[in-house]
């Protein structure tokens, strides 16, 4: 291993990229986007990194910070797929569809439906596992030592139940095939784990290789600043589209004015199925919104990220205090935030956790990229071949990044990856 200069970052030194003399823009200034430009900065390419915002003010912003080794559980089950029509009916409950968006959502419905049976539940497990483990080896790699200490804490995750026993059956099976480590608690030991939790809840579920940082944006942020302080370029730009010609995009169009490029990485999350739609490819992806309300005097203290299993939502101990986040809502990209959730979502995490105050200090909405599968898009163009994707990560982009950009950055650097592609295809429906 060499150091790279600028901020100490290990480089792989046997990559050698086919071509490092060409450019490559990263479309996208998320959490994975900014982890694919790194890997490529890293891996010898001259790297621009765009975005309409700044890094990690997009849908990194204001998720729940978990990172999530042990979360290899695809958000269609048999079990939940049960849940489906009453959730709709309620409220209250972690998933609501804009009736005006519903004729759109169906497509993507019917596919998540049909991803729930338990043989593709097995296969697109083994593919979270892939991609997901080891994430905070990978952020290690991303960040310097200090900066890993100061962003990430591997604390665990714990899982509360209202019933005396885990209803956690599917997803045990899954972490047991994978060697998750798991430790489940009783009552007596919830509360000795976390005080804080309500009388209510029951049982628990303990991973304790899992973790969170205690600021998603700057966490981006930082990435972002390493690859400046390494040579990189930060652009804030609003993409249209591409000039295109037969061998691929030529021009960006922005929104302050055009480019040029060689190679082009689409990791926009919800809004990257607008720009491969403009290179021909259809992608079966959901602008799923989740909300947050963040607390800056909570007044309760947590020692890990605390999930309601049932209802769905997390609560996570920040540097800018608590953050609940959580819920599914699928509305059409551009629809205005309906902050009724995050309400219902703050009065559901009172009786998860009664010593909070009356309301957070804030609220938020941002749109995760959900594929049916749970599993994200990480592949080639199949004919413009100076096209790549890295987008569709859903819940779990916080965890899958790291692999997601080095694996980015071995498609285009022409070298074999790492693991087994097939389930990542951008034609695999």
Not at 8 to 13: C, H, I, M, R, T
Not at 103 to 118: S, T
Not at 348 to 354: D, I, M, T, Y
Not at 389 to 407: E, I, Q, Y
Request: aromatic share 8%; proline share 8%.
């Amino acid at each position: 291993m060499r150091a790279h200069r600028g901020e100490g970052l290990p480089v792989p030194s046997s990559w050698q990229p086919q071509d490092a003399s060409l450019g490559v823009t990263v479309i996208g200034a998320g959490i994975v986007g900014a982890s694919a430009a790194l890997h490529l900065q890293r891996a010898g390419f001259d790297v621009r990194l765009i975005d309409a915002c700044g890094p990690g003010e997009g849908c990194s912003y204001g998720n729940a910070g978990g990172i999530s080794p042990g979360s290899i559980v695809p958000a269609a089950t048999p079990g939940l797929l049960a849940k489906v029509p009453k959730w709709l009916m309620d409220p209250d409950g972690p998933l609501s569809v804009q009736w005006s968006y519903f004729p759109h959502a169906v497509p993507w419905l019917v596919r998540w439906i049909r991803e729930g049976r338990m043989d593709r539940l097995k296969r697109n497990s083994a593919a979270l596992v892939a991609l997901n483990g080891q994430p905070f080896e990978g952020y290690r790699e991303l960040l310097t030592a200090s900066q890993f200490d100061d962003l990430m804490r591997v604390s665990g995750h714990l899982f509360a139940w209202r019933s005396p026993k885990p209803m956690d059956g599917i997803a045990r099976e899954l972490r047991e095939r994978a060697g998750i480590a798991m430790q489940f608690l009783n009552e007596a030991e919830l509360r000795e784990m976390e005080p804080a939790v309500s009388p209510l809840y029951r049982s628990g579920l303990l991973l304790p290789g899992n973790g969170f940082t205690v600021n998603p944006e700057r966490l981006v942020k930082t990435i972002a600043q390493n690859l400046v302080a390494a040579g990189g370029t930060v652009l804030r730009r609003r993409v249209l589209g591409f000039d295109c010609g037969p061998d691929g995009p030529r021009m960006l169009y922005t929104d302050c004015g055009t480019l040029p490029v060689e190679r082009v990485v689409i990791a926009a999350g919800a809004w990257s199925t607008k720009l491969a739609a403009e290179l021909g490819v259809k992608v079966p992806l959901a602008p799923e919104r989740g909300y947050h309300v963040m607390a800056d005097a909570p007044g309760v203290r947590l020692r890990m990220p605390v999930l309601d299993a049932e209802r769905r939502f997390m609560v996570t101990p920040m540097e800018r205090g608590l953050c609940v986040a959580g819920t599914v809502e699928i509305a059409d990209v551009d629809a205005p935030a309906n902050y009724a959730r995050s309400a219902r979502l703050w009065e559901q995490a009172k009786r998860l956790l009664p010593g909070l105050p009356e309301m957070g200090s804030t609220q938020w909405m941002g749109m995760r990229p959900s594929m049916p599968d749970s599993l994200p898009i990480i592949d080639q163009h199949r004919t413009f071949r100076n096209v790549f994707f890295a987008f569709g990560h859903g819940h779990l982009g916080m965890t899958g990044a790291p692999r997601s950009g080095r694996l980015v950055a071995e498609l285009v650097a022409g070298r074999t990856p790492s693991i087994d592609m097939q389930p990542f295809k951008v034609d695999r429906f």
